[in-house]
């Protein structure tokens, strides 16, 4: 529980820095952009400390890329 | 223009020195020694010339359109939808280098320094001033690496001069023992991590004041950031042979701990720890700083400065989850990386410059 108050609290300060401006100027687009990546970063992080499994986006490369690494290597064998 | 910020070719060439010294400045000697053994210098070598032909391959292409970035320039040759596409993936491979680079500096600290805080509390310590320095813009950056960059080079020569007495020749021999395989093994490891990620450089191209100098510089810094590896791979190998430096993860950073001039002169590894804190900062911001900006650039933003707090945040836990362990690092990313910074640093600039040639001259 802690964990989820102290990431709200950092996104309230988050938001606090960043929106003001951003509304003055007029940048809607812009503020979608920060609406929607804050909100996902905000999810990332409230699951990474609530320890649920986040899936690795090394393993998928690894997935895509070992066969090109393994004939690269197999090369120079 | 989302960057309005300006720098000279000195101050290019100082970047592409810190950004190519970088993480490697730590990790190159044991990563070349696991194939090439005692040849890792040559490896580095090797490594290195390649390097510098990738330079001038990025040369090339930014030469064309000097007053564009990569993502930009992608836009216009391969039309908007595939260009974005592209780019987009050339995001993801700028943001997944930054959450790599501070793992690496994440677990550096935690497993010679202060063991028992969670690297949670340092990646988010470092990540403050990488936050300011990317917020700040480019000139700030380049201004800041152009003080470092003395303090760098004296502290290092100072690891090269105190350790030179316990040199010994015989341990770089037999030279080339297994034929040259290993040795071209080892370079494909080094090419690929720091000389394909050069590709970043692209993004930063044209704010450099005379595009005549972009690329002179470009080339500049890659060559002196690959001597200081290779001096610091023949050092290791001299100094400790080719076991040691293979089973230590930091070689650089455990040769200056066997520094010991007349049992009075010595433990003094905490100079290259600040000269890799150094490094690793400006490769760390301008990964981010990459990132941030072609994002921005393939939505079309008018800034990019409000994007840096929310992409800190996933940047912290990218950096958890990217790499669990050191096993998996050395075992999986070291192998994967080479391949897949060959998609984005090799083929995605030639991809561009064939096409770009062809539509010019038919």
């Known amino acids: 529980m802690i964990v989820i108050l102290g990431i709200l609290l950092i996104v309230i300060v988050i938001v606090l820095i960043e929106v003001p401006s951003l509304l003055k100027k007029g940048l809607k687009k812009e503020l979608w952009v920060f609406g929607i990546l804050l909100f996902f970063g905000t999810g990332l992080n409230i699951a990474q400390g609530l320890q649920i499994d986040i899936p690795n986006p090394m393993d998928w490369i690894n997935v895509v890329y070992k066969p090109i690494s393994d004939f690269l290597f197999g090369l120079l064998r | ?362």
Request: aromatic share 14%; hydrophobic share 55%; net charge neutral.
């Open chain 2, 1 to 362: 223009m989302l960057e309005s910020g300006k720098i000279d070719g000195k101050q290019f060439t100082v970047l592409v020195f810190m950004f190519t010294t970088g993480s490697s400045f730590l990790l190159a000697p044991s990563m070349l020694a696991s194939e090439a053994k005692q040849d890792a210098w040559l490896a580095a070598i090797l490594g290195v010339v390649v390097g510098v032909l990738l330079a001038w391959l990025y040369h090339s292409l930014g030469n064309l359109y000097s007053d564009m970035t990569l993502v930009e320039y992608s836009e216009k040759i391969l039309g908007k939808w595939i260009g974005k596409a592209i780019s987009f993936l050339f995001f993801t491979f700028s943001f997944l280098l930054a959450a790599l680079v501070l793992r690496n500096m994440g677990d550096f600290i935690t497993t010679q320094f202060i063991p028992e805080t969670p690297i949670k509390s340092i990646h988010i310590l470092f990540l403050i001033i990488v936050l300011m320095g990317t917020r700040l813009g480019l000139e700030t950056l380049a201004r800041s690496a152009e003080f470092f960059f003395p303090w760098f080079i004296v502290l290092f020569l100072l690891l090269v001069i105190f350790i030179s007495p316990q040199i010994e020749l015989e341990k770089i021999q037999p030279i080339l023992e297994e034929g040259i395989n290993p040795v071209l093994r080892s370079s494909l490891l080094i090419i690929g991590f720091p000389f394909l990620e050069l590709v970043l450089f692209l993004m930063i191209f044209p704010y450099v004041n005379r595009p005549k100098e972009a690329g002179k510089a470009l080339l500049m810094g890659t060559w002196m950031g690959g001597v200081v590896l290779i001096v610091l791979t023949a050092l290791a190998i001299l100094v400790m042979g080719a076991d040691q430096t293979t089973r230590n993860l930091y070689p650089s950073y455990y040769l200056a701990q066997k520094i010991n001039i007349g049992n009075f002169f010595q433990r003094i590894e905490a100079i290259v720890a600040i000269v890799w804190f150094i490094s690793i900062f400006f490769k760390l911001t301008i990964c981010f700083y990459v990132s941030t900006l072609s994002l921005a650039q393939i939505l079309n933003l008018k800034e990019y400065r409000m994007l840096v707090l929310p992409l800190v945040m996933i940047l912290i836990v990218l950096s958890l989850v990217s790499s669990p362990n050191i096993v998996y690092l050395v075992s999986v990313v070291l192998y994967v990386w080479p391949s897949y910074a060959l998609t984005f640093g090799l083929f995605l600039p030639l991809l561009l410059l064939g096409i770009a040639a062809v539509r010019r001259y038919v």
